[in-house]
Nanobody
Framework: QVQLVESGGGLVQAGGFLRLSCAAS????????MGWFRQAPGKERERVAS????????YYADSVKGRFTISRDNAKNTVYLQMNSLKPEDTAVYYC????????????????WGQGTQVTVSS
């Protein structure tokens, strides 16, 4: 079965950085677009970044452009989210999601979710 396991969350001061990882199994990782979403308390889950199955196209929410970078290593079945210049408003639970087969990454409809990892940014 599909498994997505996030790691790398934690507590960091504003201006700091974190790198999230999502280890995938149970499907042909290299054939699927992947994405990162986040959900803050009292807010809806929102897409932060996504990446095409081959890594050629990426999408970023306006709120993270220039600060976050999504990447993938198909040999390791892992997708990453490098988060720099973190702000208190980035505080949320971050979820990894599997997209569609040969998806472009520009549009991503999540089909499976990880359990989430907490990111807390203190001011």
């Amino acid at each position: 079965q599909v498994q997505l396991v996030e790691s790398g969350g934690g507590l960091v001061q504003a201006g700091g950085f974190l790198r999230l990882s999502c280890a995938a199994s149970g499907f042909i990782f290299s054939s699927y677009s992947m994405g990162w979403f986040r959900q803050a308390p009292g807010k809806e889950r929102e897409r932060v970044a996504s990446i095409a199955w081959n890594g050629w196209n990426t999408y970023y929410a306006d709120s993270v452009k220039g600060r976050f970078t999504i990447s993938r290593d198909n040999a390791k079945n892992t997708v990453y989210l490098q988060m720099n210049s973190l702000k208190p408003e980035d505080t949320a639970v971050y979820y990894c999601a599997r997209g569609s087969t040969y998806g472009s990454g520009n549009v991503l409809t999540p089909n499976d979710w990880g359990q989430g990892t907490q990111v807390t940014v203190s001011s």
